[in-house]
């Protein structure tokens, strides 16, 4: 079976009913057509296609058609059926029937156990508190929430993923891990360690009556293992395999040994194992693959007695595993149950959108195109260059389970004088995930999308910070990259951690938790609709909660008497007037709410983002007053225009010519016409910064395409023509200066690179359309939104809107005192 995704043109298509996918022969393939997203016409958005490719298929083309004439006769699909009784809910198709209990965590068909031990070897039981379910004509799912409950009360949440292709008789399971608790706060400072960590001796999958076992390995492909074997990865089995990117919460690296060992008949020791099990279950073929196995170490396959265990957080000598508070494990198993059979041809063949479909589409923007190949020469340095992202992997062994996917913030080292290995995380600054996903659908090269992947996981269960029970502004937020110029420590990805030195960089914060300045959602909600990872969409959405949140607050009292004392301090709302700081933090406010927008379609979201537009900056305001030549204070202003000009994009894509969309106009104009008298490059004034180097260059872009932009939309063709020549400019100057830049492969260069290219192909494709619809409205002229500086008024609306339970709850959350009194009001 295949699976893939496409957007469509807003009004282009209604109703997939009568569609297929269709080869150049005009042969029909047995089709199915999942809605992700639809326009508020009701036209669709984002589709997700599942397809069925026969075993002798050999197509190099396929389209998808409107094909009524063919439909009901020539492509007859199959169909799930579902039954449901008081005690489980099963799925058939034909023969095939998959049943789950609803109140013990069981597939009948892989009927496996949860073992969870602590760190007193006492066993935890799993609770079921949920199971729901849902089918398509070629796949059911079926999800488990619950509790791995102790008897003394201690409790981590887990779920259960269970996802059954009935095509090709394949069952993925996904089984999660998440400490809920908050962290025990430390003067901002975010060791392992903590208090409210989960320290457990293992976790594995059981699953009993395997017999006729035989297990391969990658790294012995002429060797097949029969009998009983233990197979244990302690490490990555990388040059760099005792890096102190496994260092636990005493500061050491304990891991055995490097690579794996595997006791059998012959005892095997090696490096990289990516074992698969074949063998028979209740008589019954199968076959077991652990998803990345040797990257996710520790993990032990292991057959003793006809029981297979899986070791997902496997037993040792050596330590305890710690899960942090607020952070997640995911882990993947296939299970295969026709394993005997010949593998269909649909289980090899890779599949890509017709780059140019997605180009003229203009669903995502700035995707790019041959407009900027200049660029892109560089940005295949990430995959072809000696200092690759999948090489920057082996510099501090990115692996293991809560360190893999993550991005090697290699820039770092460069600032860095000290004797301890440098290990410095990157936290999907300035959005990576978002630049390997739009190289994969431009270049169609899966070595992009198997970074995104990687990367995807890594954010939703390590960076973002998984509670509800912290702070409100900290609540489901992205922690910061690992502090500048200094190693992780035991921060681990959390940022801050009490043996890193202080006072590293001026206004050095050395503590402190997730804040605005760093939110990046655009990539998981591109993963989302690439994928239909339905966890992508709710990431997305709870990070727009929790940068609103930081923001805006919760509506209490104590907010806003703790506003008016910062409300000097930049990077924070001022609620007394309502007005936002200009800098990147709002920028990633109005993007989130955007993003979010795109998924649920909420008109909210939107008019939102338009309220913090128009109450973060003003057409008609005096720019000199901003100092926006003071580059360190205030560089970010770019950001907020970007995501300005996505809000543009958005509004006008969906024919939104309104009074917020005029408004947003003039402003960039505005700025656009300042930048045009004003704007060099940063590094042409080196005094000015603290850190003059190549990452300011990359920085640059971001002039280049709000002034592609701003020219775009500008109905004056002398200015728009100076407009396009200083974007020219910096785009230009930013190739000649990166080309042959010997730091040009810096993750932090090559990201910002991947994240702001496009801007420049979309200008060319768009130029004379925006012109065209640019309308009479854009010539009026703006102040700013107005606001309210009566204090008295501001707090007693305040007061009327809160109570006394909330404002309890919110000091709970800062003051242990209050946490009874808080229990006691719920």
């Known amino acids: 079976m295949i699976t893939f995704s496409f957007p469509i043109q807003n009004g282009e298509v209604f109703d997939l009913s009568n569609y297929a996918v269709i080869d150049p022969q005009g042969q029909l393939y047995s089709s199915e057509f999942l809605p992700l997203s639809v326009w508020p016409n009701g036209s669709l958005k984002w589709v997700r296609c599942n397809f069925i490719l026969p075993q002798n298929a050999d197509i190099k083309r396929a389209f998808i058609k409107s094909a009524p004439e063919f439909h009901s006769n020539n492509c007859i699909l199959p169909k799930v059926e579902k039954r449901e009784t008081a005690q489980e809910v099963t799925f058939s198709l034909d023969n095939r029937l998959f049943s789950f209990s609803k109140t013990t965590l069981m597939c009948h068909e892989i009927p496996f156990t949860p073992f969870f031990c602590d760190s007193d070897l006492v066993h935890w039981d799993a609770v079921v508190t949920s199971l729901t379910t849902k089918q398509t004509s070629f796949i059911a799912e079926a999800e488990y929430s619950g509790k791995l409950d102790s008897s003394s009360g201690n409790f981590l949440n887990f779920v259960c993923r269970f996802f059954i292709n009935f095509i090709e008789n394949i069952v993925k399971v996904e089984f999660v891990i998440h400490n809920p608790k908050p962290m025990v706060h430390h003067q ?225 080292a460069a600032e860095f004088d000290g004797n301890d290995e440098m290990i410095s995380h990157y936290n999907n600054q300035y959005d990576p995930l978002l630049g390997f996903l739009k190289q994969y659908l431009l270049t169609g090269n899966k070595q992009w999308l198997e970074l995104a992947n990687d990367l995807t996981q890594h954010v939703k269960d390590i960076d973002i910070y998984q509670t509800e029970l912290d702070k409100p502004e900290y609540n489901n937020g992205l922690f910061w990259h690992t502090d500048h110029y200094v190693p992780a420590k035991t921060s681990s990805h959390r940022t801050y951690s009490k043996l890193q030195q202080s006072d590293v960089y001026e206004d050095h914060a050395g503590g402190g938790g997730p804040g605005g300045q760093h939110c990046y959602t655009s990539g998981l909600m591109l993963h989302y609709f690439l994928t239909g990872d339905e966890t992508s969409k709710q990431s997305v959405i709870k990070l727009t909660d929790w940068i609103g949140n930081f923001y805006d607050g919760t509506g209490t009292v104590g907010e806003l008497l703790i506003s008016i004392k910062n409300k000097a301090l930049p990077g924070y709302k001022n609620k007394l007037t309502g007005q936002y700081p200009l800098d990147r933090g709002t920028g990633h406010f109005i993007v989130a709410l955007l993003d979010s927008y795109e998924l649920t379609g909420a008109q909210s979201y939107l008019d939102k983002a338009s309220l913090v537009i128009k109450n973060t900056a003003s057409p008609s305001e005096d720019l000199s007053l901003r100092e926006l030549d003071n580059i360190e204070a205030s560089w970010f202003y770019t950001v907020y225009l970007q995501a300005v000009i996505r809000y543009l994009e958005i509004k006008r894509s969906i024919g939104q010519f309104d009074e917020s969309f005029a408004y947003s106009d003039s402003l960039l104009a505005h700025f656009a016409q300042w930048m045009l008298e004003n704007e060099q490059p940063y590094l042409n004034t080196p005094e000015k910064l603290e850190y003059p180097n190549h990452t300011w260059v990359a920085q640059d872009l971001r002039k280049a395409n709000i002034l592609y932009t701003a020219s775009e939309l500008c109905m004056d063709n002398d200015v728009s023509l100076k407009l396009f020549e200083k974007a020219e400019y910096f785009y230009h100057y930013v190739h000649n200066e990166l080309k042959n830049e010997p730091t040009n492969t810096y993750t932090r260069i090559l990201v910002l690179l991947m994240q702001n290219v496009g801007a420049r192909s979309r200008y060319f494709l768009n130029k004379n359309l925006n012109k065209a619809m640019n309308i009479e409205h854009s010539k009026q002229k703006y102040l700013y939104a107005s606001s309210s500086n009566n204090h008295v008024a501001t707090f007693l609306a305040t007061l009327a809107k809160t109570s006394l339970k909330k404002e309890v709850q919110w000091l709970a959350t800062r003051n242990a005192k209050f946490k009874k009194l808080a229990e006691r009001l719920n």
């Not at 690296?253 to 074949?278: M, Q």
């Not at 203009?362 to 892109?376: F, K, P, R």
Request: proline share 4%; hydrophobic share 35%.
């Open 188 to 412: 901002g400072k975010w060791d392992l360690g903590n208090e409210n960590s989960v320290l457990f001796s293992e976790l594995s999958l059981n699953l009993e009556n395997i017999t006729d076992s035989k297990l391969t390995l990658n790294d012995l492909p002429d060797k097949t293992l029969t009998g009983d074997f233990s197979l244990y990865q302690a490490s990555s089995g990388g040059d760099n395999w005792q890096s102190d990117s496994h260092v636990n919460s005493q500061n050491e690296n304990v891991l055995p040994f490097r690579g794996y060992k595997l006791n059998a008949i012959d005892s095997i020791d090696g490096l990289r194992a990516e074992p698969t099990l074949s063998a028979k279950h209740n008589a019954n073929p199968l076959a077991v693959r652990v998803e990345q196995f040797w990257q996710n170490f520790p993990k032990k396959l292991e057959l003793n007695n006809e029981r297979l265990t899986i070791g997902l957080f496997p037993k040792s000598e050596h330590g305890l595993h710690e899960l942090q508070p607020g952070e997640k494990k995911t882990h993947v198993i296939h299970f295969d149950l026709t394993p005997c059979q010949a593998a269909p041809n649909a289980k090899k063949t890779e599949i890509a959108v017709c780059q140019s479909y997605l180009i003229n589409s203009a669903v995502i923007q700035n995707l790019g195109s041959e407009h900027d190949q200049e660029l892109q020469n560089i940005i295949k340095l990430g995959l072809n260059g000696e200092d690759n992202f999948f090489a920057k992997r082996e510099v501090i062994d990115e692996y293991g389970w809560r360190n893999f996917g993550e991005l090697f913030a290699d820039h770092e």
